[in-house]
């Protein structure tokens, strides 16, 4: 029973070590967003529960998708040749935004994307690029999408490693904390 624990414990200390690796390297969760006026009527307007629910469901999938990005790039990204983390995100994005209600897109910030269509595409993502570029920590609007409340939220996406600046030569001269991009999300309330 005294090894399990101890073996415990080790595992414990592994999994800090390296979520305070990750932790570093993407935007805190706790980190209050910029709010714009909220839209509906009083029969659509969401009640402030089901907003917070929905704000946690953006923090907790945002830590997941950054540390995941970091993550990827970290262990299996060793040359420009290799598959881009940022490549995988938005293939992963695309899988979740069609099959269900909750939506995610990586876009760019900095005016050259790598792809194409990875660019703010309404007035909501290119307001809220505009606030992250002057130092919002995020950017959150609730409006009603088909009848129903929706939690529109753009969190910031910063330069965190080296490896990042091989695939896109021109984050090399991003400042420290500077959105390079962002994910887009729209999440039900409910």
């Not at 415990?8 to 305070?20: D, N």
């Not at 209600?101 to 792809?115: C, F, H, M, Q, S």
């Not at 920590?137 to 939220?153: F, H, M, N, S, W």
Request: glycine share 8%.
């Amino acid at each position: 029973m005294k090894r399990l624990a101890h073996v415990g414990s080790l595992t414990r200390i592994g999994v800090a070590k390296i979520g305070a690796m990750l932790v570093v390297c993407v935007w805190s969760v706790g980190t209050p967003m910029a709010v714009s006026a909220q839209e509906g009527t009083a029969e659509t307007k969401p009640r402030k529960k089901a907003v917070e629910r929905s704000r946690e469901t953006v923090k907790m999938l945002d830590n997941i998708f950054k540390q995941t990005i970091v993550l990827v790039t970290d262990k299996y990204v060793h040359d420009e040749d290799d598959f881009a983390a940022g490549s995988a995100a938005v293939l992963l994005f695309k899988n979740i935004s069609e099959a269900g209600e909750n939506k995610v897109r990586l876009i760019d910030a900095t005016g050259d994307p790598y792809e194409a269509a990875n660019v703010a595409k309404d007035d909501f993502e290119k307001k809220g690029i505009k606030k992250l570029k002057a130092g919002a920590p995020g950017y959150e609007e609730i409006v009603t999408q088909d009848g129903k409340p929706v939690l529109r939220a753009l969190t910031p996406v910063p330069v965190v490693m080296q490896k990042c600046v091989m695939c896109h030569a021109h984050y090399a001269d991003a400042k420290e904390g500077e959105p390079i991009g962002a994910i887009s999300y729209t999440v039900p309330i409910e």
